[in-house]
């Protein structure tokens, strides 16, 4: 029987799917290649600072590493769906401001086909542009005794979507591998513009516009190791090749004439690979560990190679009293995490670094086996430093998300 959050949550992905692009972000820095790379997961993974790749519960959806897919309760079905807001600051050496933005982070399904077959599906956001600023810079002039200044313009918007079709399979009794079948869609718009004073000198616009309809895939690897009788480990592993994207692309330069110049599929997405472990204590205790590594600086964009390699390094821990437990608070799971990780792309030539902490809480909304789950997680991050043309960003994100379990492979029995 279909039940009524089913029915939502289909109704929601359907209108979702129309409104995807609309994610929002004031970030000046996502004014560098296809914006800001979104990699975090969903809401178990966000409040335990993004581990994902050695994660295999029961209870949530873990598209990081598509190997997890076969970790499901067979009699199962699940969805999840989540949003957040987040409160930015960007502090420059004379320029300080606040923004807020809220977005529809993610939604997915998930469901057995066999005890050893898993099969998920879901949208997600991999990039996201959107900022609107300006500068302005004295220039040597031999017309305005000695110097001119010069403002320049900076706007931005739009982003890339994955629609996304996993499939995962156990074929013995530790070791499950998995696979993403992902369709990107979307597009992004650069504008600068440079404009002066006075009319000796001609003002000069630039538009870059990239829009994406391409596939892509990435593989996955859990393996299980049982220690003890009450002791697990769980290790993971994921990999991307480097692709060529399906693209219409232009440049558009405009000054005193306009010139139009074309770049269709002159961009690539990154190869990557990623690994982790996680180590568990009956259902009480969790801590893992990530790596990934993504080589950037062979991916083409407009043709170049202006990217730099990036890294990932990422901490998370849970703590779940009683899952079966009679107190409600029992059976909270309370989470806690970390990560550092490296920028792709550099500013005046110096790559940035971004830190951030996370902390959460998991609340079910009934007693019994894989209960719906209402998750929160809180974020604060920060990014680039006060110097000379750079800013510092500091922000605080807020999540949440809704994982629904509905049982629906239940044989009934008539007496």
């Given amino acids: 029987m279909i039940k009524k959050y089913t029915i939502l949550m289909i109704m929601v992905l359907g209108y ?4 995807w692009a609309q994610h929002n972000t004031s970030s000046p ?23 994902s790749y050695g994660v295999r519960d029961k209870s949530y959806i873990n598209p990081n590493n598509p190997a997890s897919y076969t970790s499901i309760d067979s009699l199962t079905f699940r969805m999840d769906a989540g949003v957040s807001f987040q409160v930015s600051r960007f502090d420059g050496t004379d320029v300080s401001e606040t923004a807020g933005d809220g977005n529809l982070e993610f939604i997915a399904f998930q469901f057995p086909i066999k005890k050893w077959v898993a099969f998920s599906f879901g949208l997600m956001p991999y990039s996201i542009v959107g900022y609107d600023y300006q500068m302005t810079q004295e220039v040597p002039s031999s017309i305005s005794a000695g110097s001119l200044k010069n403002t320049y313009k900076y706007e ?40 002066f004073p006075i009319n000796y000198y001609y003002s000069t616009t630039m538009e870059r516009k990239f829009q994406v309809k391409d596939i892509s895939g990435n593989f996955g690897l859990q393996v299980e190791v049982p220690i003890k009788e009450k002791h697990k480990l769980s290790l993971g592993g994921v990999f991307q090749m480097e692709s060529q994207m399906n693209t219409d692309a232009t440049q558009t330069i405009i000054t005193t004439d306009t010139i139009v110049l074309n770049f269709d599929n002159n961009f690539d997405t990154p190869m990557y690979f990623g690994a982790g472990f996680v180590y568990t204590y009956l259902e009480e205790f969790l801590f893992g560990f990530d790596y990934k590594r993504e080589v950037w600086s062979d991916a083409r964009f407009f043709g170049e190679t202006p990217f730099t390699d990036r890294n990932k390094f990422c901490i998370g821990a849970q703590y ?47 007693k019994g086996l894989n209960p719906t789950m209402i998750n929160i997680s809180f974020e604060y991050g920060h990014n680039g430093a006060i110097k000379d043309n ?25 007496n």
């Fill in 29 to 51: 820095y996502t004014r560098y290649g296809y914006g800001n790379i979104l990699d975090g997961g969903f809401g178990q993974a966000r409040a335990m600072g993004g581990i």
């Fill in 320 to 366: 779940l009293p009683d899952a079966n437990g009679r107190a409600y608070f029992q059976r909270v799971a309370y989470r806690l995490g970390a990560n550092f990780s490296s920028s792709y792309y550099k500013v005046n030539g110096e790559q940035l670094n971004l830190f951030s902490l996370t902390t959460g809480w998991g609340f079910p909304l009934k």
């Fill in 156 to 195: 931005g918007s739009g982003g890339i979507t994955q629609l996304y079709a996993g499939l995962a399979f156990r074929p013995i009794k530790y070791i499950s591998l998995g696979g993403n079948f992902q369709f990107n869609f979307g597009s992004v718009t650069h504008t600068s513009m440079s404009t």
């Fill in 16 to 19: 979702v799917s129309g409104i």
């Fill in 390 to 414: 750079q800013l510092r960003e500091q922000y605080f994100k807020f999540t949440l998300n809704a994982t629904i379990n509905e049982r629906w492979f239940v044989k009934r029995k008539l």
